[in-house]
Antibody
Framework: EVQLVESGGGLVQPGGSLRLSCAAS????????MTWVRQAPGKGLEWVAN????????YYVDSVKGRFTISRDNAKNSLYVQMNSLRAEDTAVYYC??????????????????WGKGTTVTVSS | DIVMTQSPDSLAVSLGERATINCKSS????????????VAWYQQKPGQPPKLLIY???TRESGVPDRFSGSGSGTDFTLTISSLQAEDVAVYYC?????????FGQGTRLEIK
């Protein structure tokens, strides 16, 4: 069964740091782009960051550039996001999702076909 | 950045009736050489993660009931539920993957009338 399980969420003070993890199983992790998408309480979905299969390309939403770092360990079938200088507006459920890679000769990625259940991050003093 | 705008923000439809949700992109998401529209639709039920319904604007994901259909091209797209069931109560999001950032629409909340 294809599965994504996030962990690492919690309560953190403004300015603090947190590292989220996403454990993948049931598919060849190294063959897919991966992404983080967040959802603030009562709000819609916001894409946060993408990472290519080999980690060579990474993209971020402007609001997290310089503060968040997406990474992956294909040997451990795991996706991560290191979140520094956290702000109240980063409070959200964070989902990891599998992203279908673009078909050659295109580069890039397509849609998100498998989602985890999410982990909650609360930034508050 | 491509902005995705959905309408309406909320919708109430009677059981068995048709529900229609619209999504407009700020620029074309049609990849002309492939004749494919880079749009997906997701369903999010309360307390659950999003679930992929439709990709390439009109291709139904495996296991999705055929009462769900997607249409449109260029900048205007529609998700239609042909006969609303109680289990379809959810928030629906469109998303473009034509360019980075792969933005979502703001969501449309679908309820039973």
């Amino acid at each position: 069964e294809v599965q994504l399980v996030e962990s690492g969420g919690g309560l953190v003070q403004p300015g603090g740091s947190l590292r989220l993890s996403c454990a993948a199983s049931g598919f060849t992790f190294s063959s897919y782009w991966m992404t983080w998408v967040r959802q603030a309480p009562g709000k819609g979905l916001e894409w946060v960051a993408n990472i290519k299969q080999d980690g060579s390309d990474k993209y971020y939403v402007d609001s997290v550039k310089g503060r968040f770092t997406i990474s992956r360990d294909n040997a451990k079938n795991s996706l991560y996001v290191q979140m520094n200088s956290l702000r109240a507006e980063d409070t959200a459920v964070y989902y990891c999702a599998r992203v279908i890679p673009a078909a050659k000769p295109e580069s890039g990625y397509y849609y998100m076909d498998v989602w985890g259940k999410g982990t909650t991050v609360t930034v508050s003093s | 950045d491509i902005v995705m705008t959905q309408s309406p923000d909320s919708l109430a439809v009677s059981l068995g009736e048709r529900a229609t949700i619209n999504c407009k992109s700020s620029q074309s998401v049609l990849y002309s050489s492939k004749n494919k529209n880079y749009v997906a639709w997701y369903q999010q039920k309360p307390g659950q993660p999003p679930k992929l319904l439709i990709y390439w604007a009109s291709t139904r994901e495996s296991g999705v009931p055929d009462r769900f259909s997607g249409s449109g091209s260029g900048t205007d797209f529609t998700l239609t539920i042909s006969s609303l069931q109680a289990e379809d109560v959810a928030v629906y999001y469109c998303q473009q993957y034509y360019s980075t950032p792969p933005n979502f629409g703001q969501g449309t909340r679908l309820e039973i009338k």
